[in-house]
């Protein structure tokens, strides 16, 4: 389906958890985050019923994202659920990796075509630091667990403050070379402020060419991520929330006082 600007809109980020294992300095708070209630976060089913209705409006690109997705009990289940509603062509997730060894085979088993995982620095101490805690070790053996497994393409995404030029994203740049995987550098953004650029080596943040939206876990249909429009899927009903999304698509990005990064996945 098309929005007003003639953009073809065709991919869905769908997060599924406000929660994460880590507390990345640029994510959380150190205090961490006021969770949603159970209860306000959506079902699977819910979930897999917002897909079943995007697909006839030309929907065909999901991405499951979080929080930390991986946190979610079941997480392969939903994965599973999705990848057999037919028109998804194009399957992924993003994952900050650490509990990816052990899910790596099921994720490929249930259906997942490709993932991103998050890694902004190949220094142990530093990644700890950025972190709040983090091991790099967990990461490193879930990429080779999701190599593996087969997922393809693997996809890092690597964090920066201003450049790639950054010592930490010049090494997580030579190491994806070495390891065969492709490399995005996401600069800092500031929903708040408005601040964002357009992902190095990917789409994110060109809103000539937006073709997305977003489900945040606790059901709301946001046309662009850095605007404070929302749908709600359980009061509007899903495939009004959709089409009034789609219909209300900003041109581009201004702000976002609404969400943070931990409930709507970026
Ligand atoms: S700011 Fe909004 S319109 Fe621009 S690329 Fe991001 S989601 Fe799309």
Avoid: W
Wanted: hydrophobic share 35%; glycine share 10%; aromatic share 6%.
């Amino acid at each position: 389906m098309f929005d007003c600007y003639k953009r073809e809109i065709n991919y869905l980020r769908i997060s599924i958890t406000d929660r994460c294992n880590l507390r990345c300095l640029y994510c959380m708070p150190e205090e961490g985050i006021q969770q949603l209630n159970h209860d306000k976060i959506l079902r699977y089913e819910e979930i897999v019923d917002v897909v079943k209705e995007a697909i006839p409006l030309g929907i065909d690109k999901i991405r499951i994202t979080g929080g930390e997705p991986l946190v979610r009990k079941g997480v392969e289940h939903l994965i599973q659920m999705i990848a057999a509603i037919p028109g998804v062509n194009d399957f992924g997730l993003t994952t900050n990796g650490l509990l990816l060894e052990q899910y790596a085979e099921k994720l490929v088993e249930s259906g997942l075509h490709r993932i991103n995982i998050s890694l902004d620095t190949i220094d142990p101490v530093k990644y700890k630091e950025v972190t709040r805690g983090g091991n790099i070790e967990q990461v490193l053996k879930g990429i080779e667990a999701a190599k593996r497994a087969g997922l393809e393409p693997i996809k890092i995404n690597c964090v920066v403050n201003n450049s790639s030029l950054e010592k930490d994203a010049l090494q997580v740049r030579s190491f994806c070379e070495e390891q065969h995987l492709q490399v995005r550098f996401i600069h800092r953004m500031d929903l708040e402020n408005g601040c964002f650029t357009v992902v190095e080596g990917g789409s994110g943040g060109d809103c000539s060419g937006c073709n997305r939206l977003r489900l945040t876990a606790e059901g709301k249909i946001k046309p662009c991520l850095f605007n404070d429009l929302e749908f709600d899927i359980r009061t509007l009903g899903i495939r009004e929330a959709l089409l009034q999304a789609i219909h209300l698509k900003p041109e581009q990005g201004t702000v976002n006082t609404k969400n943070l990064f931990t409930n709507i996945g970026g």
